[in-house]
Structures are given as structure tokens and as C-alpha cells.
């Protein structure tokens, strides 16, 4: 089965300084997708990886899939308060819809 | 454009007994996925339909059934229901239906919060 594991499980940023945050999957990923959930609310889609090498960016989320497609890593440029939340990675391993997802990333910005 | 829309949005129920939460989907989306969270996890794949069919099945047990309506709509039925099926139920909706070699972007609900005692 396909296995995701999200690092760091949480952290703390001042507002205005940049984050990373990466998920690592123990099989090729064949889509990538990442998600941000405030607190039991529903997911809001960022991005969608599908090729080694791919990066895409929104606003200040630029997000990455390694070359070999076992490795994402998300990055947010001078975070802000509206960054907060829980991001969490999901992995489509057959390319049929189904997403397996990992714990989450809980990101804390601080004014 | 109609986002995914999920009711109830809480949902307290006690042991045995059996609950039905409901998903319209995204406008243009013949596809619905469930999922469940649980606290502090990441959401589980329970299942997906298309056609009016089940489309695939996660590990999850015979009590959790589904439907899915001619206008894509779909519910979730769990009966005989455990202390442990307290979590967010997610409902996503996609264009296609998951062909083997596809993949397209899934938009969630809001998700129902089932609280069971």
C-alpha cells in the first residue's frame, strides 16, 4: 500500500519568514497532490504534481516532485497569518482517483 | 459554478444505531470519493462511485454502504455504528471516474462531523 510520511509533523513560523515542509512516499508517486485543511474543515486544493521534476507555483506556494517521484517538498515565501493550517500530501498510486494520504503538516504562523 | 456541498455538518449519534450523511457534487463531476478522518490523521479512501455503481473499495468494513443518484449525488450509510467511526466524513467529487492510467484533481466538501457515544 502506498505510505506517505509528512515532515515536520508541525511547526512554528514568524510571519514573513519562509517554510518548508516535505512528504515522502515509499512508492513512485504516480499523481501528487497537495491540500491545505484548517482545523475540521474540508480540503482546499493547491497543487497537483504528476511529473519527475515538476514544479508549480500559486501566489507565494511554489511546490515540487522530485525526478524520481518520490519525494514532494512545499515551500511558502514570506508566510503569512492566512497560511496557518494543516497541509496535507495525497499520493493517487494507480492513477485511478483514489488518494492516500499522509498525517499532515500543522503550520503555526505568528503575527 | 456549484462547489461540493455535504449535510448535515454535525452529527451526534450513540452505539447501534445507523446514519446516512449526504454529498451533491461539483457541478460537471460524474465522480463522488468518500473518506474518513479520523482525529489528527489523514483522510482514508472508503469508496467511489460512478454510474450509479461502486468504482472501488477501501479497507473499510460491509456496514459502511453508499449510493449514487442519477444527478451524481451520493450518500454514505453506516450501520451498527462504533465508537471508533467518530470522525470527519469528506465527500470529493472529480470528472472522470478513475481510469486506470488517469488522474484528475478531486474537490472536497466541507465534511460531516459524526460523533457516535
Known amino acids: 500500500s502506498q505510505e506517505l510520511e509528512q515532515s515536520p509533523q508541525s511547526l512554528i513560523v514568524q510571519e514573513g519568514k519562509n517554510l518548508t515542509i516535505n512528504c515522502t512516499s515509499s512508492k513512485t508517486l504516480y499523481g501528487l497532490y497537495w491540500y491545505k485543511q484548517k482545523y475540521g474543515e474540508g480540503l482546499i486544493f493547491l497543487m497537483m504534481l504528476q511529473k519527475g521534476g515538476e514544479e508549480k507555483s500559486h501566489e507565494k506556494i511554489t511546490a515540487k516532485l522530485d525526478e524520481k517521484k518520490q519525494q514532494s517538498s512545499l515551500h511558502i515565501t514570506a508566510s503569512q497569518p492566512s497560511h496557518a493550517g494543516i497541509y496535507l500530501c495525497?499520493?493517487?498510486?494507480?492513477?485511478?482517483?483514489?488518494?492516500?494520504f499522509g498525517k499532515g503538516n500543522q503550520v503555526v504562523v505568528i503575527p | 459554478e456549484t462547489g461540493v456541498t455535504q449535510s448535515p455538518t454535525h452529527l451526534i449519534k450513540t452505539r447501534g444505531q445507523q446514519v446516512t450523511l449526504r454529498c451533491s457534487s461539483q457541478?460537471?463531476?460524474?465522480?463522488v470519493s468518500w473518506y474518513q478522518q479520523a482525529l489528527g490523521q489523514g483522510p482514508q479512501f472508503i469508496f467511489q462511485y460512478y454510474r450509479e455503481e461502486e468504482n472501488g473499495r477501501g479497507n473499510f468494513p460491509p456496514r459502511f454502504s453508499g449510493l449514487q443518484f442519477p444527478n451524481y449525488s451520493s450518500e454514505l450509510n453506516v450501520n451498527a455504528l462504533e465508537l471508533d467511526d467518530s470522525a470527519l466524513y469528506l465527500c470529493?467529487?472529480?470528472?472522470?471516474?478513475?481510469?486506470?492510467?488517469?488522474?484528475?484533481?478531486?474537490?472536497f466538501g466541507p465534511g460531516t462531523r459524526l460523533t457516535v457515544l
Open positions: 470529493a467529487s472529480s470528472p472522470i471516474p478513475g481510469l486506470a492510467g488517469t488522474a484528475d484533481t478531486q474537490y
Open positions: 457541478s460537471g463531476h460524474n465522480t
Open positions: 495525497g499520493a493517487d498510486p494507480w492513477g485511478n482517483n483514489r488518494l492516500a
